[in-house]
């Protein structure tokens, strides 16, 4: 729970049985960026759309799934010429999401994957760093990403690491929750009805730390083909929830 001074004063726990005592609140959920591709780009000015599909185009060596299956998430505007912050998501993944937050009773007001809490560091050779669990989140002048613990110290070769504490890391939530960078739930490149083959990806759905403005951490865990037309109906059964210890 964030309180007026915008310091995280709690951190309970949201489930299927408690979501029924969850008072209306502003919300703000945070997803796995394991699962989602953050990249600074320099893009043209259009309309929204084209935009996204100027990312899309620049992102195709780096992407796994088609462009109509995939989210294009984009930061305010900046300067022409200047690089500007991009996230990419299977839309299907972000439709589960979406479906699970819903089955709570919540409607966040925007989705932002974990990666993107953190302010990026003023110095080049800086990257901050917070470890959660079995994932690494850094966030540097031009890098944001949540990797495993290993790549994570061979990605800070060379860098000099700011460990970020738990108080930290709450301020930097509470600040998120405040003016969220993005939002996940952007529109589609296209069509966002998977295929066959559509992307493997991680949909742990598990409900964690609330604050107000809601803050609801979605952490990942299961592995498994997300199907958006299955999206609803397979979520109750495949999710388990868990909390955050507290600070």
Request: net charge neutral; with cysteine; aromatic share 2%.
């Amino acid at each position: 729970i964030v309180g007026a001074d915008g310091a995280v004063a709690a951190q309970p726990s949201l489930t299927l049985d408690t979501a029924a005592d969850l008072k209306p609140m502003r919300t703000l959920a945070i997803a796995p960026g394991a699962d989602v591709l953050v990249r600074r780009l320099v893009l043209p000015v259009g309309s929204a759309a084209q935009v996204r599909t100027a990312a899309l185009w620049a992102l195709r060596a780096d992407l796994a799934a088609p462009a109509d299956r995939l989210s294009v998430a984009l930061c305010p505007p900046v300067k022409e010429g200047e690089p500007r912050t991009v996230a990419v998501v299977a839309t299907a993944l972000v439709q589960a999401w979406s479906d699970y937050l819903a089955s709570l009773g919540v409607r966040p007001e925007a989705i932002v994957p974990d990666n993107l809490i953190l302010p990026a560091p003023h110095e080049a050779k800086i990257v901050s760093r917070r470890d959660l669990g079995v994932d690494v989140v850094l966030r540097g002048s031009n890098l944001a990403v949540t990797t495993q613990i290993d790549l994570a110290d061979i990605m800070v070769e060379g860098l000099t690491v700011d460990s970020v504490d738990d108080v930290r890391w709450a301020r930097a939530l509470a600040a998120t929750a405040v003016a969220p960078p993005l939002d996940l739930r952007a529109a589609p490149s296209r069509s966002s009805t998977p295929g066959r083959e559509a992307w493997r990806l991680p949909i742990g759905l598990a409900a964690g730390l609330l604050v107000s403005p809601l803050l609801l951490t979605i952490a990942g865990g299961l592995r498994d083909t997300v199907f958006a037309n299955g999206a609803r109906e397979r979520t109750a059964t495949i999710i388990t929830t868990s909390a955050p210890e507290p600070p």
